[in-house]
Each structure stands twice: as C-alpha cells, then as structure tokens.
C-alpha cells in the first residue's frame, strides 16, 4: 500500500474545486441560480415567529398551554408574511426573510434574547421592548438551574446558579436550549389521508366527550387540534392566493405555469389527500417547516423515508406522463434548497455540541419493508441522483442496509461515498432492528424505522420520548481519578469523588475501580439534570401538530411532552471520547502495572505540566496499546467501561418510566470537552479535542479499517438493553477505493460492518491535502463538503479547532 500512500487521486468533489473537470449543471440552472445566492446571503435573523407568538401569548395566558400553543400557531399562520422566490418550485418558508434564516424561540431563548446584536434599530426595539420583556424570567433554561440538587447544579455550572451561560464540560446537557431532541412526524398521515381527516377524528372524539373530567382533560387537546389543522390550512391557502397573485404579473409562460401548479397544490394541500407526486412533496414540506414554525426540534426535522411514502405517486406520474426523472429531481433540489435557507440558530448554550451549521433533515433510503423484503426503489436512487456533484449539505441523507441489501444499490451507495461530499451516513439494520425488538418494539413497526438525527432514529406513532439528553466527559473521569476528584482546569474545586492518591492504588483493578466510581458519579448526575427537564417540561412546552400526527398522542388526547401511555419511551446518556479513556487506562495498565516501566507518581507528574520536558514519557504514552488496532488489550478495557455505564441504567427508569440508554453520539462535543480536560496518559495534551464517537483517537497509526470494526465490536456488551446509537467515522485516501476494484473493496467493507452488527458508519474519502489547503484558501474552497460528525457541513464555515481535529483524524487504507 506504500504506493497509494504517495500518490494523491483527487475524488470527483476535489477535481471540480481545482476546475480539473465541470460540475454538470445543464438542465439545473434554476437549482445552481439559487444555490448560489442562498451561498453568498448572510444568515439572517428571523424575529417574526417570535413576534407573532408572544403577542398571541400576551392575551391567552390562563388559558391551558397546549391551546395556547395551537392559538399561536393560527396567529402566525395568519399574520405571517410570506414570501415566494422567483426560482422557488416548493414553497413554504419559517419567516418572511429571504435567503439564508434561523428563526428565533424566544420560549426557548428569551432569557437571552436581549443579548442579540440586532441587525436594524427596528429589530433592536422589537426584540427589547416587545419580546424579551415577556420572556425574561419565563423559560425552562432560568427555572431548570435553579431547580436541580445543589450538587448537580454545582458540577454543571459551577459556583454561579445565576449564570446558565456558562458550563464546566464535565456534564453537558442540552434539554434547555431546544423544545425537543431530533424527530419525525408521520408524513405519511398528511400526504396520504390530509389535514382534513385529522381534524375531523378531532372533532368527533371532542363530541363524544361526556364526562366533566374528560372535558377539562382531554378537551384541550382536541380543540388545539382543531385550531391548529385550520391554522395549517390556512397557512397554505395564503400560499395559493400569493403564487396566483403572482401568476397574474408574470410575463415569463413557463414561470406563469409553474405559478399556477404551485398555487393548486397549495389550494389542495395538506389539507386533502395528494394527488400526484408534487402536491405529495409539497405536503411532506409543509409538515417539515410547520412543525419547526411549532417548535425548536434538535437541528432540524427528519423527512422520514421518502423514498417509501412518495414512490406511489411518483410510479403513477411516471406511468401516466404526468412528470419525467429529471422534473422529479428538479423538485428534489427545490425541496433541498429550502432546507439550505432554513438554518438552526442556537442561543442558549448547549455546551459546544456541534460547529457551523449542524443539521439533520434526515432522509432514510433502502432498509426493508414492514414485511421484511428489501425496500430499495427507483426513488432510492433518484434522491441519491439529486444531490449529484451538488455542492449543497442538504439534506442529511442516510442509507439502511441490510444482509440482503441489493448488489446494485450498495454499489451506487459506494459510488456516491467516493465522490467525497461526505454522505449518505449507512444505519444497520441488522443492529438496529434486533435491538427495536429487544426493547419492545413490533417487528412490524421496527423494520419501518427513520434516521431522524446524527445517529438517531425513530419508530412512528410509538416513540414518544422528546426530551433533549446530555453527556458525560469519560477521560475527565479519569482526570478525577488521578487528582482525587478535581482537576487541573478548575484547581481546588472538588468536583467528584474523593477516591483516593492513585499512588498507593496497588493494582489496575483498584484504578478501573475507582474510575467506574467518577464516571458513574457523572452519570447520576446527568441522570438527575434529565429528571428535572422532565419534571418541568409541560409547564414551558406543548407541541399540538406534533402531537396530532402521532396515533398514540390523538388516541390518548394528550401532548406528547406529557406521559403516553402504552408508548416507547426512551431516554438517552452520551459519553464522549471513548477511545481517548480507553487508550489512556491501556497505557497506565501496560507501564505503570504490568511492564512496571512507570511509576504512577512519574506520570502524573509528566500529566500535571502537560508533558513540558517530560517527552520521554508522552512517547511511552503514545506507543502503549490501542482502542481501533483489534488489540484486546485495549479492547477489553473500553468493554468494560460500557458495562459499569448501562449497569447502573439498567437499574433504574427515568421518571415515567423511560428505557435509560447509552449513546456515543459527541457530534462535535469532543472539541468542547477536550478544552476543558488536561493532558491524558494516551499521550494527548491539555487542551487538545478528544476521541471522536467510537472512533480511533486522531493520529492513530492504524492503517485497515477493518481492525477498528472489529474494536468496535469486540467493545459492545451485547446482553444489554440499554445499549443505543455509536457514531463510527471514517476518513479513507481516496487512492485506496480508486477505480472499480476500489468500489468493489469499499462494498466488502461495508458488508462486514453490517455482519458485525455495528450500528453506524460515514465516510470522509477526502485527502488529507485538501483540507490542508482549504485552510489556508477558504475563497477557493467555499464550497468544500464534509462529514463533521453525522452531518455534512461546509469546511470553511467550521471553526479552525474543529477544523484542525478533522485533519487530525487517522486516515485509513481499504485492504
């Protein structure tokens, strides 16, 4: 492999930016047209949602607060401008702002709000006289800090219960600063039954309500519902009038037509069932964008699978003439477009969790059906071709393969991964399936499954648990346990446990005994933090569209941020940098317990000044045996680790009786966190980010992937319940997947990670070299894509540590 190591073949993303070939946009011109200017917009700040919503909460308060949510949502619905590009085929937008916009929550915010740097007097005056005023003082992030156990508080935010901007990184939540985590409505509800039906079951379960409790109850519910399917239909019926106000002006026949389909579809949509494939994507966009008008979801809306819920009325337009693959595509890239300029803002901290913009419009392709056949279509691959040499991050695509994953589709899968952008992300369903099973689920309703977050996914109309989770740093763990429960970033405080001087710690088992005590100290904190998000909860949210589109929610006549009955509730627990605490006790364990080269007061010294002068030491550090090389020396630490973690959640249940479970899913929290952590015995310095997911620590001279495949499985305690989501990235030289033999290699690798039943893996096939570059000539490589962690964003728009962290990672050879 010496030979690819030297030689540097640029993958078709790579070719395109060095203007070596062109990027194909005959036939695309209107998607190119818009593409650029959404590029060269500046992120604009949407007030008017925010506006609208706290002048409709200013005259309903007393009221119940799921009808005042749907009232809300029938005021902005009504009073919302609207606006409609000239290039638009889909429409729909969050706020009247053209271009790139977040739209603003002050329910979520407002205790920040004032804090904005408006970007006109107008603005400036609305949000200090009209919003924040309301807000100040109302929300879940005030509350929440001053709520928890003292020493919960205390290990989160330090000294200062007052300042809930501020986090130490030990234990990050992120409950306060978004309505609900990633998730997915039923599209299929809308686009195949309509608004219409839902409104009208309301209605009938509200008539037939008799006794006073279920009025008082249940009666809420059922009138939002009602409320918010008119504000809905309201809402693209104003859409209809202004595409046919539109028609009326244009000279242009061609954009004249399209006005006009544009304004039946609206006139007809969601509120009835669609009738052809662009009244269907134009229904599916409606629920997309008016569930983020509804409420802050996570980074974004999964779009389910849409290649399942559309095929229909795509197979009909096709058969019937109606439309052509290139027409479908077009309004594929509009859809796309759309999500490019509805950005996710965050105001109130989440504790680093991701860099630029993180999205995760989720998009699930192939997997199987409810019977259990293979699901893969000719959508399957059209949405895949709609994002063909489109420098666009939008949307967050993500395959389902299987064992019986056809050999065409996986080979198309593979080709799309080498042109370097950074997608599709591949779930498993030979993990994901069995373990839905093994909570609980359906076998039917588990093989339906969406990708719906970086790594997450949901079953719909049984999920119900929304609440955002957080994480726990693992190697600030160990920090605690090498300086007796404080570290070296905050000095004297005492942060965890007292456990003892690790100089007279006679074995490694009293290390790992020790360690298992700091990290579950962590995690009962994250526990606890999670139990007052979801004592508080329903006093600050309700979420009626959402919870109208879910059969257990309507059946029940209760907002899903209360307790379903008879649902899946499950609530996640992050680690971050698993490989970086694996690989440090690894160390300790070889040098200072079993070769007993090290004294344990030798390396903590070298620890304390960050390795200065102490370099012999760091080289002993970096040689010691490693997470990601197949190595069980390693391996069978990190295993260990995972069980004392989903020990202690199998021995509880969250406040309604949530599965607790155990992710690996940092997104970019390992930057975060690895600024706050000191120098570790894996060698890595103070400071300096973390192991990213299930990852190999950056640098690591493993050269085959399929060594840290089998790291990966030989860590997973497969008996557990608990167990969830492990994000898997992996940066692959474009030389070693070159040509057909490349792809043929790339299909090989993919098919063991599905026979290992590992839950996720993303690829960066990228060199090295070109992020190198881009650093230096961002004006050049603008439109540079890659996979961050579980989502694809623009490289120049990430930040220089995330950046330096991306060429960090440790690129591998695909034997």
Sequence with gaps: MADNQQRWVLTPQESQIEGLTKVQQTGRERTFRRLNAIRKSPLKLGIDRARLLTESFKITEGKPLVLRWAIALKHIAEQMPLSIGEDDLIVGKGDSQSGRCGILYPEVDGALVDLLQAPTPEVDKILKEEIAPYWKGHTLAEKYGKSMPEETRRLIFGEDPENIQKQLGLVMPSGTARSAMNFTQDFQKVVGRGIKDIKQKAQTMLDA????????????????????????????????????????????????????????????????????????????????????????????????????????????DLKEGRITPAQAKELFESLWLNMAEAKMIFITPTGGVSEGYAHFEGVTLGGMTRDGKDATNDLSYLILESKDSLPLPYPDLGVRIHAKTPEKFLRFVCEVIKSGQGYPKLLNDEEVIPLYLFKGIPYEDALDYSITGTVEHRVPNYETYINPCGVINMPAALELVLNN?????????????????????????????????????????????????????????????????????????????????????????????FGTVIDSLAAIKKWVYDEKKLSMAELLDALHVDFEG??????????????????????????????????????????????????????????????????????????????????????????????????????????????????????????????????????????????????????????????????????????????????????????????????????????
């Excluded at 009962?524 to 998000?533: F, G, N």
């Excluded at 300096?688 to 992937?705: F, H, I, R």
């Excluded at 490589?781 to 490289?795: E, Q, S, T």
């Design 485 to 577: 429960g404080k570290t070296k970033k905050y000095g004297d405080m005492q942060l965890g446990l007292e456990t003892g001087d690790p100089r007279e710690f006679a074995s490694f088992a009293d290390l790992m005994k020790a360690y298992a005590a700091q990290h579950l100290y962590l995690l009962k904190h994250l526990v606890a933090q999670q139990a007052v998000i979801d004592t508080m909860k329903t006093e600050f949210f309700a979420a009626p569209f959402t919870s109208m589109l879910h059969d257990r929610c309507m059946d029940q006549a209760k907002d899903i941020n209360g307790d379903i009955e008879n649902s899946f509730k499950e609530q996640f627990h992050d680690a971050v940098g």
């Design 209 to 316: 309500l008799e006794s006073p409790v279920d009025k008082v109850e249940k009666g809420p519910f059922l009138e939002a519902v009602i409320i918010t399917c008119e504000a809905i239909v309201l809402w693209a019926n104003r859409y209809a009038k202004q595409a046919r106000e539109m028609a009326e002006k244009e000279n242009n026949p061609a954009r004249k037509n399209e006005l006009l389909e544009i304004a039946q579809a609206c006139e007809w949509v969601p509120e009835n069932p669609a009738r052809n494939f662009r009244e269907a994507l134009q229904a599916a966009w409606f629920v997309q964008i008016f569930s983020r008008i509804e409420q802050k979801i996570g980074a974004a809306l999964g779009n389910g699978r849409m290649d399942q819920y559309l095929y229909p009325y795509y197979q009909k």
């Design 614 to 815: 102490k370099e012999a030491i760091q080289k002993m550090c970096l040689e010691a045996p490693k997470y990601g090389t197949n190595d069980p020396y390693a391996d069978d630490i990190g295993k260990e680790i995972e069980r004392v973690h989903m020990e202690y959640l199998k021995s509880i249940s969250g406040l309604n009786g949530e599965l607790l479970t155990m992710r690996m899913v940092p997104v970019t929290n390992h930057i975060a966190m690895g600024k706050i952590t000191g120098a570790s015995a894996n060698g890595r310095k103070a400071g300096v980010y973390l192991s990213e997911g299930t990852s190999a620590t950056q640098c690591s001279s493993a050269k085959d992937p399929l060594d840290l495949l089998h790291s990966n499985a030989s860590t997973k305690n497969k008996g557990f319940k608990g167990r969830q989501a492990r994000l898997l990235n992996l940066d692959l030289r474009p030389a070693s997947v070159e040509g057909e033999e490349g792809t043929t290699k790339l299909m090989t690798l993919i098919r063991n990670w599905c026979d290992l039943k590992l839950y996720h893996i993303q690829f960066n096939v990228i060199n090295k070299g070109t992020l190198q570059n881009a650093q230096k000539n961002p004006e050049k490589y603008h439109n540079l894509m890659i996979n961050v962690a579980g989502y694809n964003d623009y490289f120049c728009d990430l930040g220089a540590d995330v950046q330096n962290e991306m060429i960090a990672r440790s690129e591998y050879e695909v034997q």
